[in-house]
C-alpha cells in the first residue's frame, strides 16, 4: 500500500478544482441560451462532469484511498474512449479548453499515482497519517 501524505493530497484535489474551473468557463463562454442542443450539453456537462468532479476532489482532499484508485481509474478509462473524439475535433477554442483542462489532471495523475507507488520508508510506518482508507 502506499504511502499518503496530505499536501499531494491537497495538491492533487486543487489541480483537479483548476481543471474544473477551466472546463466551467469553456463551457460559459460557449453557452448558448435557450432550449438549444448547446443549452441541453452545457445542462449534462454540469451534472456529470461538475458534480462528480468536486466529490472527487472533497474525497481526495480528505485522503480517501478508493476516490484517489477510483479516480484514477476513471481518467484512464475516459482517455481511451475521448481520445478518438479529441482527435476529430475542428474547432480551436474547444480544442484550446480541453488542452487546459488536461494540463492540471495530468500533473494531478502524476501527483496521485506517485503517492499510491510510494513504499513506506520504515517497516513500522504503516499507513499514512491522516489518510483513510
Known amino acids: 500500500m502506499g504511502v499518503t501524505i496530505r499536501k499531494n493530497d491537497v495538491k492533487a484535489s486543487n489541480l483537479l478544482l483548476v481543471s474544473l474551473v477551466l472546463g466551467t468557463v469553456g463551457q460559459a463562454v460557449q453557452f448558448t441560451p435557450a ?10 456537462f454540469m451534472i456529470f462532469n461538475l458534480l462528480p468532479g468536486l466529490a472527487f476532489a472533497w474525497l481526495i ?3 480517501y ?4 484508485i477510483f479516480f484514477l481509474f476513471l481518467v484512464i478509462v475516459g482517455v481511451f474512449f475521448y481520445l478518438p473524439k479529441l482527435l476529430e475535433q475542428k474547432d480551436p477554442f474547444t480544442i484550446l479548453v480541453i488542452g487546459a483542462c488536461a494540463v492540471p489532471q495530468v500533473w494531478m495523475v502524476f501527483i496521485l499515482l506517485r503517492d499510491l507507488l510510494r513504499k513506506p520508508e520504515s517497516p513500522d510506518a504503516g499507513a499514512a497519517r491522516g489518510g483513510r482508507n
Do not use: E, I, N
Open 35 to 44: 432550449f438549444s442542443s448547446r443549452f441541453f450539453g452545457t445542462l449534462v
Open 65 to 68: 484511498h478508493w476516490a484517489k
Open 61 to 63: 482532499r480528505q485522503g
